[in-house]
Structures are given as structure tokens and as C-alpha cells.
Nanobody, 117 residues
Framework: QVQLVESGGGLVQAGESLRLSCAAS????????MGWYRQAPEKQRELVAR???????NYAESVKGRFTITRNNAKNTVYLQMNSLKPEDSAVYYC???????????WGQGTQVTVSS
């Protein structure tokens, strides 16, 4: 059974930085993609950043130039470095792994990010 454990959320002021981490427990291989999504109150969950197994990345337009997604394959961990945070970045952030073995689409429990103005 694969479990994703997130950490790094919190309360910061606008302009500050946070780094989110998401570590997968259990034996996994063939990770097709890792990603970060977020959901603000009364809004739909949206993609923030995604990193494929081949190393390509894509970002939401609203975070380009401010957020960076990286990974540590040996630790099955994905990170999201968030710089120049804005109040509109406030949301619950979820990590996601799309895996080949065991096959599945796995989600973390979510971590709250709150940016005050």
C-alpha cells in the first residue's frame, strides 16, 4: 500500500517562501508523474506543478517563475519550492503520484498554506 505524507505547510506573510515535501512510503516503481495540486475554499482543485518521469515539467500560469517542483528519486520524494508567495496562493496543497507499480493514482492528505497580506 502506497501512502504519501506531506509536510512543510504553514502561515507566512506575502513575499515569503515555503517548501513543501511529499514522501511516498511503501515499495513503488515506475512513477509516471508527480504533482502538486491545491484547493482553496469553494474552488475546484487545480494543478500547480507537475513533473513527469522523463523530467518534463509544467506549471500553472499563476505560479510560473515563483514555484519550482523537484524530486529525489532515491527517496521517492517530491518537493515544491514556493517563493514570493501571495495571498491568492492560500489553499490546501495536495501531492499526487501516478505510478506503474503498484498501479494507481495516489494522493497525500493535504497541507494547509496560508499567506497573509
Amino acid at each position: 500500500q502506497v501512502q504519501l505524507v506531506e509536510s512543510g505547510g504553514g502561515l507566512v506573510q506575502a513575499g515569503e517562501s515555503l517548501r513543501l515535501s511529499c514522501a511516498a512510503s511503501g515499495s513503488i516503481s515506475g512513477i509516471y508523474a508527480m504533482g502538486w495540486y491545491r484547493q482553496a475554499p469553494e474552488k475546484q482543485r487545480e494543478l500547480v506543478a507537475r513533473l513527469t518521469g522523463t523530467g518534463s515539467t509544467n506549471y500553472a500560469e499563476s505560479v510560473k517563475g515563483r514555484f519550482t517542483i523537484t524530486r529525489n528519486n532515491a527517496k521517492n520524494t517530491v518537493y515544491l519550492q514556493m517563493n514570493s508567495l501571495k495571498p491568492e496562493d492560500s489553499a490546501v496543497y495536495y501531492c499526487n503520484f501516478l505510478c506503474a507499480l503498484p498501479p494507481g493514482d495516489y494522493w497525500g492528505q493535504g497541507t494547509q498554506v496560508t499567506v497573509s497580506s
